[in-house]
């Protein structure tokens, strides 16, 4: 793991975003993994920009969330999908038959998850795939204890999640209770990680990730059995790790 420490969320999102139009720009099919939350932002925001500014085409990249609730309609302004679309898809000249996102609506749920293994699997997989850090070490929503040999499936969500995400919606009884997401292992199938960890609230959980063992109790450690991920981590992120990382 390589962790490249920047300023602040801004400098983080635009390190990100010249590290994925580097990617765009040199493939001539991109496959993107996709991440929610907060984190991505400005990320988004900045490839925004690019696409404004002429530097950057999204017309022959495909791209792949990593999750999606249960339960929400794609139109539902909750859902990941609405998500997706307000913060970047209808923004930039990505083609709507290239965007995939689990459909947490469907009908048979189980279905659905190999359905998105194996259209993940036909776009030849995820060439760089974006994450946030959960504060419980969630990677998509890879909740404490899922075995890393996980693929695509149905989770019930942590408590603590859905106390963390309850801020997206009127109240935490409103929170779903379960996601779609994919699996670590279908997660560590990706060419390239790039993890993003902004703020004070995440310092704990770098730390862990940073000093502590590969453990399931901790998603996100699997992530030192990649052979290339790169973490872009802010100041304020970065307060408990000393020294430069390389491992
Ligand atoms: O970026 P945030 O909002 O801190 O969330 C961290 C992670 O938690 C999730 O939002 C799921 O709870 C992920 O999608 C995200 O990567």
Redesign the pocket.
């Given at each position: 793991m390589d962790i490249i420490r920047v300023k602040n969320y801004q400098t983080m999102s635009e390190k990100a975003c010249g590290y994925l139009v580097d990617k765009i720009q040199a493939a001539q099919k991109p496959v993107l993994g996709l991440?929610?939350?907060?984190?991505?932002?400005g990320l988004y925001k900045q490839l925004i920009e690019k696409y404004q500014e002429g530097a950057v085409s999204f017309k022959d990249v495909s791209t792949f969330n990593?999750?999606e609730y249960v339960g929400l309609e794609r139109k539902d302004p909750n859902s990941?999908h609405y998500y997706m679309n307000e913060k970047l898809f209808k923004h930039v000249d990505l083609s709507i038959e290239n965007v995939h996102l689990p459909n947490g609506a469907a009908g048979d749920l189980q279905q659905e998850c190999r359905d998105y293994e194996a259209s993940i699997k036909q776009a030849g997989d995820v060439d760089v795939q974006i994450?946030?850090?959960?504060?419980n070490g969630?990677?998509?929503?890879n909740e404490p204890g899922t075995p890393f040999s996980s693929r695509t499936h149905v989770v019930d969500?942590d408590e603590s999640?859905r106390e963390?995400?309850a801020r997206f919606f009127e109240s935490k009884a409103d929170v779903p209770t379960q996601?779609i997401t994919m699996g670590i292992e279908s997660i560590m199938e990706s060419k390239e990680i790039v993890l993003?960890v902004?703020?004070a609230?995440?310092a704990e959980a770098l730390a862990r990730l940073i000093n502590g063992e590969i453990s399931e109790d901790f998603p996100a450690s699997v992530l030192k059995q990649h052979p290339q991920v790169t973490i872009i981590a802010d100041e304020e992120a970065c307060v408990h790790i000393r020294e430069h990382v390389h491992s």
């Open positions: 991440a929610t939350g907060s984190t991505p932002e990593l999750d990941y994450l946030g850090l959960g504060l969630h990677i998509g929503f969500l999640t963390a995400n996601a993003l902004s703020g609230k995440k």
